[in-house]
C-alpha cells in the first residue's frame, strides 16, 4: 500500500531560504519600493542586467564520473590570502538602507566565512569601522574601493586610511565618468534616507539627499581621467595591490597590463552602467587571453549558484565577486543574512566540484564545460 504522502505547507510569511533567489524574494518582502527598485534595477532598458545572469544557461557541464572526490579542497590563493572559496563580495553602496548594521554586518559574515569583502566609497560605515568588525575574527584583508575624485586630496586620505586599517587592495571603479541612465531613481525620486553617514565621502546623507543620486556623483566623480593619470599617481601614494574595476575587452586588459596593474575585474557594474554591454561572461574569455597569466583577472554581475562560480573559473577567473546577493540578504536579516548567502554559495560550489569529478581549483578547466546548440551535439570549447 502507498503510504499517504502529505506535503507539508509552509506559512506565507516564512520564508524558507535555499536559493538565491529565495533571498531575493524574502528582500523584496521587506524592502519598501523604492530602495528596492535601486538595488535591483540595472540601467536604461535592462538588457545586460537580465543578460549577466542568462548568459551563464548556454554552458553545460561535462561532469567526470567515478573520481574520488572525498577529499574535495575549496580553498583559493586571492589577493594574497588563502580564503575558503573563490567567491567575494562585490563593493556595494549605502548598505545601511538594507540593514542598520550595514557594511559591518557584511563585513563580520566575510570574515566569518573567510573571503574578501568589497568596501564602497559610498559605505556608511568608516573603513576603519568594517576592518575592525572583521578583524577579531579573522586576519582576512578587505578592498577598498575607490573613483577618480575631483577632490584629490580627499581620494587620497580615502586610499591611505584603508592601507592604514589593512585593506589589502584599491579597486579603481573605472566603469563610472558619469552614472548609466537609472529611470527608477526619476521615477521613485529616490533619495538616501536621512540620517545615514558617508564617512569615507566625509558627508552627511543630507548633503547627499539634497541632490538626486546622479547630480550628487556628478558632484564629486571625475571624468577627467585616464590611464596615465589615474594609475601612476595610485602607484605613487600606496603599496596596496591595483586593481581595476570595470573592464569588459582585451584592448583594455592590455593597457592594464601595460600600465603594471595587478589585476582587472571584468564587471559591467552589474548592468547599471552602460546598457548592451555584453554579459560579464561572454567578455571573460577575450580578457583572460589578454591577461596571459601577466596579470590577474576576476569577474562580478548575474553570479547566483555554485555553478556559476566554477562556469567563471573553467573561462579563467580566477576568483568571482557578488553584489546584488549580498545586499539581499543583509535586507533579510543582517549578518545571518549575508552568512547564510555565502554558505549557500559554498556548498553549492562544492557540490558542482565534487559531481564534476574536481578535487581542487586547479582540476576546474576548460574542458569541464561544453556550449549547447539549438540543434545538435555540445559544442567542445
Ligand atoms: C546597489 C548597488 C550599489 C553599488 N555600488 C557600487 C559602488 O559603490 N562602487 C562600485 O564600484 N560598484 C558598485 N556596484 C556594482 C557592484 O560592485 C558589482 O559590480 C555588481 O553589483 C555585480 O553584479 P551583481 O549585483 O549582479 O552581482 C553597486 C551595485 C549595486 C547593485
Ligand atoms: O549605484 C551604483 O551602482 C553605484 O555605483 C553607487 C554610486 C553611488 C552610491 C551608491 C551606489
Not at 554586518?105 to 559605505?123: L, P, Q
Not at 555553478?307 to 579563467?316: C, P, R, T, V
Not at 547564510?340 to 557540490?351: A, P, Q
Request: glycine share 8%; net charge neutral.
Amino acid at each position: 500500500m502507498v503510504e499517504k504522502f502529505e506535503s507539508k505547507r509552509v506559512p506565507p510569511s516564512e520564508h524558507i531560504i535555499l536559493s538565491i533567489s529565495d533571498l531575493q524574494s524574502a528582500a523584496a518582502a521587506k524592502l519598501p519600493t523604492g530602495i528596492r527598485d535601486f538595488y535591483n534595477s540595472g540601467s536604461t532598458d535592462q538588457i545586460t542586467v537580465l543578460d549577466n545572469s542568462n548568459a551563464y544557461k548556454k554552458y553545460k557541464l561535462r561532469p567526470r564520473v567515478l573520481r574520488d572526490v572525498s577529499n574535495v579542497s575549496t580553498s583559493a590563493s586571492v589577493l594574497g590570502k588563502t580564503i575558503d572559496f573563490p567567491l567575494c563580495v562585490s563593493p556595494a553602496g549605502i548598505q545601511a538602507m538594507a540593514h542598520p548594521l550595514g557594511e559591518l554586518a557584511t563585513s563580520r559574515a566575510c570574515a566569518k566565512r573567510n573571503v574578501h569583502m568589497g568596501i564602497s566609497s559610498f559605505s556608511n560605515y568608516s573603513v576603519e569601522e568594517i576592518c575592525e568588525a572583521s578583524r577579531a575574527i579573522a586576519p582576512i584583508g578587505h578592498v577598498m574601493q575607490v573613483y577618480s575624485m575631483k577632490d584629490r586630496a580627499k581620494q587620497e586620505r580615502i586610499i591611505k586610511r584603508a592601507e592604514q586599517v589593512g585593506c589589502v587592495a584599491i579597486f579603481l571603479t573605472a566603469d563610472s565618468p558619469v552614472l548609466g541612465v537609472r529611470y527608477n531613481e526619476h521615477r521613485n525620486d529616490f533619495r538616501t534616507p536621512a540620517g545615514l553617514a558617508f564617512p569615507m565621502l566625509e558627508k552627511t546623507s543630507e548633503m547627499i539627499r539634497a541632490d538626486t543620486h546622479d547630480a550628487s556623483f556628478v558632484g564629486f566623480n571625475s571624468d577627467y581621467h585616464s590611464w596615465a593619470r589615474e594609475i601612476p599617481w595610485l602607484r605613487s601614494i600606496t603599496k596596496m595591490q591595483v586593481w581595476i574595476k570595470g573592464v569588459l575587452t582585451a584592448e583594455d586588459v592590455l593597457l592594464a597590463r601595460e600600465y603594471g596593474c595587478d589585476g582587472v575585474v571584468v564587471s559591467n557594474h552589474g548592468g547599471r552602467q552602460l546598457d548592451g554591454t555584453p554579459a560579464t561572461i561572454d567578455a571573460l574569455p577575450e580578457c583572460v587571453e589578454a591577461a596571459a597569466g601577466q596579470i590577474r583577472v576576476h569577474i562580478d554581475g548575474g553570479i547566483r549558484s555554485g555553478q556559476d562560480i566554477f562556469k567563471a573559473l573553467a573561462l579563467g577567473a580566477e576568483c568571482c565577486w557578488v553584489g546584488r546577493p549580498a545586499i539581499w540578504s543583509l535586507a533579510y536579516d543582517g549578518e545571518a543574512g549575508v552568512r547564510t548567502m555565502l554558505d549557500i554559495l559554498y556548498t553549492d560550489f562544492r557540490r558542482c566540484m565534487q559531481l564534476t569529478g574536481c578535487s581542487s581549483i586547479a582540476d576546474i578547466s576548460k574542458s569541464s564545460l561544453g556550449i549547447a546548440r539549438k540543434d545538435g551535439p555540445l559544442a567542445r570549447l
